[in-house]
């Protein structure tokens, strides 16, 4: 098993998956080079495929050779991002949340407008 990285309570973790969605989490590309071949192979056990197209990879702040461009694994050729939304949240190389919280507000915002008649009733 490749090493994990993020620790929450007890638990360390290298693989995040709520629904379709999954997320893996490496300290370097070696890593998860190793997760996705390793996700890649269980998928295909349940002939499962991984849709390249919607595939993105993020690489955090310390990781910023490369950073342009995408990451080739196998045959698969993945976009590099600056930042990933995953399950509503938006996420940044730099770790940073402006980007999500300002994104909350303009929803915010937006719905109390389109509510704002119903409000004053």
Do not use: W
Not at 41 to 48: C, S, V
Not at 70 to 87: A, D, P, S
């Amino acid at each position: 098993m490749v090493p994990s990285c993020i620790k929450i309570g007890k638990e360390q973790l290298s693989v995040l998956a709520y629904a379709d969605g999954i997320a893996l989490i490496g300290r370097n590309e070696i890593e998860i080079r190793k997760l996705f071949v390793e996700m890649e192979n269980i998928a295909r056990t349940f002939r499962l495929q991984i849709n390249q197209e919607k595939t993105k990879v993020e690489r955090k702040n310390s990781l910023k050779k490369n950073k342009i461009g995408h990451l080739r694994i196998k045959n698969y050729k993945f976009e590099r991002v600056e930042n990933i939304k995953y399950l509503g949240v938006i996420f940044n190389e730099d770790n940073n949340n402006q980007i999500d919280l300002k994104e909350r507000i303009k929803n915010g915002n937006k719905t109390y407008f389109v509510l704002q008649n119903f409000f004053k009733k």
